[in-house]
């Protein structure tokens, strides 16, 4: 069984350009969820894709956008990226049995994304 | 929307000692996990505990719902359990995780 892998595990970008982040997620999971976490705070929640449709999203401006390709692995795509946007980038995967359930969270080892 | 506060924020340890972590929310759960970051980043599953008592080797886990916290506690550190300790709690309806302040652990050889 292969666990939640993630990349790039580093990027440094400048400030206006776009990234997209990438994320398999573990065998038998159908729904990925993305994850920021800024120095020094909690994560904090993007949005979750769930069968290869978004199924919420956190307070992100609509510039963070996302896909789940039908292998359940996704992306994250940042455009137009700000010095905030500087984080670290996690992607968590799970096994939900409905849009509105979820189970336990295992978590990539995540992207440092670096703007300047 | 619920509030997840950890306590204590910052716990300094001896090698060999025990701890006692809590995660206090502001609503129902349905949801609980505890993770372990160490200092590349990743997040370490720790424990799934929605309500009731788990334990795993040194470290053991009680959540009471109906009171709205959870428990971790940690026997006999060792320098590897330094870093990052959070809960973080999902409700029903949602689909996502809100994690909780965090515990930063560092345990002295």
């Known amino acids: 069984e292969t666990g939640v892998t993630q990349s790039p595990t580093h990027l440094i970008k400048t400030r206006g350009q776009q990234v997209t982040l990438r994320c398999s997620s573990q065998?038998?999971?159908?729904?990925v969820s993305w994850y920021q976490q800024a120095l020094g705070q909690g994560p904090q929640f993007i949005f979750q894709?769930?069968?290869?449709?978004?199924?919420g999203r956190g307070n992100f401006p609509p510039r963070f956008s996302g896909l789940q390709f039908p292998n359940y692995s996704s992306e994250l795509n940042v455009n137009a990226l700000e010095l905030d946007d500087s984080a670290l980038y996690l992607c968590?995967?799970?096994?939900?049995?409905?849009?509105?359930?979820?189970?336990?969270?295992?978590f990539g080892q995540g992207t440092r994304l670096t703007v300047v | 929307g619920i509030q997840v506060e950890q306590s204590p924020p910052d716990l300094i340890l001896q090698e060999g000692a025990n701890s006692t972590l809590r995660c206090n929310f502001s609503?129902?759960?349905?949801?609980l996990q505890w993770f372990h970051q160490n200092p590349w980043g990743q997040l370490i599953n720790l424990f799934y505990?929605?309500?009731g008592t788990k334990q795993n080797g040194r470290l053991s886990a009680t959540t009471v719902a109906t009171e709205r916290y959870s428990l971790l506690y940690i026997s006999s550190s060792q320098t590897t359990d330094s870093g990052v300790y959070f809960c973080?709690?999902?409700?029903?309806?949602?689909?996502?995780?809100?994690f909780g302040t965090g515990t930063r652990l560092k345990v002295l050889a």
């Open positions: 065998s038998g999971h159908n729904t």
């Open positions: 968590a995967s799970s096994l939900a049995f409905s849009r509105w359930r979820n189970t336990e969270a295992f």
């Open positions: 609503d129902s759960v349905n949801n």
């Open positions: 894709y769930y069968r290869e449709e978004e199924n």
């Open positions: 505990i929605p309500s």
């Open positions: 973080a709690v999902g409700t029903s309806g949602t689909y996502k995780y809100i």
